[in-house]
């Protein structure tokens, strides 16, 4: 069983940055692929950053890719989005998410824990 509690939302001007942290509990992070979603009003949730545990391979769509920046500390079983040049379109609530099976997966469906989600919003 893995809790995921994310923190690190909020308010921010377009071109602004911000981090999240995703805290997890477990003795076996390492072996978790994690990632974070975003929702937005009326979308679907979406995969927008992925890692895998120990060879830590990342992954991005494409429209953060350059912006938004997925790393992990095992020791501190942590994860963390770095986010900058934020934009209006970025808004959504974020969830970080773990993949028992530690690959890369971009589906919804593929991951078994995710957290309460923390909002986003990027103002104009």
């Known amino acids: 069983q893995v809790q995921l509690v994310e923190s690190g939302g909020g308010l921010v001007q377009a071109g602004g940055s911000l981090r999240l942290s995703c805290a997890a509990s477990g003795r076996t992070f390492s072996r978790y692929f994690m990632a974070w979603f975003r929702q937005a009003p009326g979308k679907e949730r979406e995969f927008i950053a992925g890692i895998t545990g120990l060879d830590i391979n990342t992954y991005y769509i494409d429209s953060v890719k350059g912006r938004f920046t997925i790393s992990r500390d095992n020791a501190k079983n942590m994860v963390y989005l770095q986010m900058s040049s934020l934009k209006p379109e970025d808004s959504a609530v974020y969830y970080c998410?773990?993949?028992?099976?530690?690959?890369?997966?971009?589906?919804?469906?593929?991951?078994?824990?995710w957290g309460q989600g923390t909002q986003v919003t990027v103002s104009s």
């Open positions: 998410a773990a993949r028992s099976i530690g690959d890369y997966s971009w589906h919804v469906n593929h991951y078994d824990y």
